[in-house]
């Protein structure tokens, strides 16, 4: 018995057609189904070679319908292949390499950059950790992980710097991952576009022809015609008037489809899945990274310290992501600044990570508490009064007027013991100020949502970002709000709707702001 009978680390998938299912499912289709009935009904009169020719045109159309599907089996099954996940885990006092699919909860994992995790678990290690947590989230940003904060990590998703342990507490279909598989597996399949046009073209011909064909079975025995001629005659119009050479020709231009899909790096599985493509109606699009290029530079500032601003974004940073790269280089670019050797300089005493639902990140070191994060939430730990808040405000929409990413700064100053507690990291801050981040729209995109918009396909934009920021971007774009209350929705009016309220309303709604990975599936249902 082989050892990965006893495996249970694996998400549960469909198992393939068999040869024969797969070759029986070409001929699920009304139009073959009136076809079959006609060639039936040509043999039993006697009409051999028109019983031939239909069923030749079945045969050919199964033939190519079903080795174009088993192609893309076969595709399909050489990438599973390629894929051999393994992971370095702790057993019996010493580390070993295992296949992943082998892993029981209760174990130690190691991870490092470039590594799948192989499981869900809570990390009991960790050093300059991030994880990219995209095929859960779609965010593109990697998140930072501690033991101290967001020390939760997803089997699927990946390393994309640091290292770590942890320990694994769910596998298999149990896993955050598995149970978006389970969703999957348990969401009907609709028909597509082409497929429904068929059952209505094959539905409104087998009714005319009936009747075409009854009533001239009639008249000509009205008329003292024999039965059987009538009959023979009647059965002869119903066959001249299926369209036998329809079928084949769908599958051909089907197939067409599907090469040049593949010829484009992507896999259709299913043959009628080619047509669907053409049928898309709204396609629902991130922003940064997606609209945008992803690469990050901080062209605007307004700061009330600069050489405080200049600690801040060394200090809190771990050059993990865009973000911290372009706060970087900016420090790099001030006169006489090298921010290795004043990163070097003071070593840090405490870290709280930035991570998606704080949005903010503090770092304490000798010479103070140094955070960075979104505006508005920073701006309720500091000091400022409700005036100068509301100034601050201003100056926060004014950036995010221009289409820039807006980082925010602040200090607190060491205590006498250069020791500040942890529970006071958020407290009573010094704020000093923002600083504007552009990601330039890539260059095809404008162009690309034009082609979209001639072709009938609605664009909606799905963004964690600030509504002015995501407005400015849109206007770049070519895409206008004409109307604010209906075309924009923001993740915080979304969470109070019903799930029947937002599909009322999301077909008028364009930009969708500081909108949350779980808002996008409910988005998506409300489209569907």
């Not at 008037?241 to 259709?268: D, F, N, W």
């Not at 004043?342 to 005493?349: A, E």
Request: charged share 20%; net charge neutral; aromatic share 4%.
């Amino acid at each position: 018995m082989s050892q990965y009978t006893l495996a249970k680390n694996t998400i549960t998938q469909t198992k393939p057609p068999s040869l024969l299912s797969l070759a029986l499912s070409q001929l699920k289709s009304p139009l073959i189904y009136v076809l079959i009935i006609a060639s039936l009904a040509t043999f039993f009169l006697g009409d051999y070679i028109d019983t031939a020719v239909i069923l030749t045109a079945v045969l050919i159309n199964t033939i190519l319908g079903f080795l174009q599907e088993r192609k893309a089996q076969n595709e399909l099954a050489l990438l599973k292949n390629m894929l051999t996940p393994t992971a370095k885990i702790y057993r019996n006092g010493k580390q070993e390499t295992i296949d992943a699919r082998m892993i029981q909860v209760g174990d130690t994992i190691i991870i490092g950059s470039g590594d799948r995790i192989p499981a869900d678990g809570t990390l009991i290690e960790s050093a300059s950790l991030s994880v990219n947590e995209a095929i859960l989230t779609g965010e593109a940003e990697p998140v930072e992980k501690s033991q101290e904060s967001d020390s939760l990590v997803s089997m699927g998703t990946s390393v994309a710097s640091g290292r770590g342990k942890f320990t694994v507490t769910e596998i298999g279909m149990q896993t955050k991952l598995g149970s978006i598989a389970q969703t999957l597996e348990q969401t009907k399949e609709e028909e597509t576009p082409l497929q429904k046009e068929l059952s209505t073209l094959a539905s409104s011909l087998s009714k005319l022809v009936l009747v075409v064909c009854i009533g001239i079975f009639f008249i000509g025995i009205l008329r003292g015609q024999h039965i059987v001629t009538m009959f023979s005659l009647a059965v002869a119009i119903a066959v001249s008037a299926i369209p036998e050479g329809m079928a084949v020709s769908l599958t051909v231009i089907l197939s067409v489809g599907m090469q040049k899909i593949l010829k484009r790096h992507a896999i259709v599985r299913r043959l009628v899945s080619a047509e669907t493509l053409g049928s898309v109606s709204t396609l629902c699009i991130d922003k940064t990274g997606t609209l945008t290029e992803g690469i990050m530079k901080v062209t605007e500032s307004k700061l009330s310290d600069k050489n405080l601003a200049i600690l801040t974004s060394v200090y809190a940073n771990n050059l993990e992501n865009s973000v911290d790269r372009a706060l970087w280089e900016w420090t790099q670019a001030q006169d006489s600044i090298d921010p290795q050797q004043l990163s070097d300089s003071c070593p840090r005493i405490d870290e709280i990570p930035f991570d998606g639902i704080k949005k903010y990140m503090v770092v304490h070191n000798a010479q103070g508490v140094w955070a960075k994060g979104a505006p508005d939430v920073l701006l309720q730990m500091t000091t400022l009064n409700k005036n100068e808040k509301d100034h601050w405000t201003k100056s926060i929409d004014s950036f995010a007027r221009q289409g820039l990413r807006i980082i925010a700064l602040a200090y607190k100053k060491p205590s006498e013991q250069n020791r500040v507690a942890r529970s006071q990291y958020t407290e009573k801050l010094t704020f000093l100020g923002i600083l504007g981040i552009s990601d330039p729209i890539r260059t095809d995109v404008k162009d690309a949502l034009s082609l979209c918009k001639n072709a009938g396909v609605n664009i909606k934009i799905i963004t964690g970002d600030y509504r002015v920021t995501s407005e400015a971007i849109l206007s770049k774009l070519g895409i206008d709000i004409h109307d604010a209350s209906t075309e924009i929705l923001e993740g915080k009016e979304l969470a109070d709707l019903t799930q029947d309220e937002l599909t009322r309303r999301v077909k008028s709604v364009t930009l969708f702001c500081r909108i949350t990975p779980d808002q996008k599936l409910k988005i998506v249902h409300a489209l569907q």
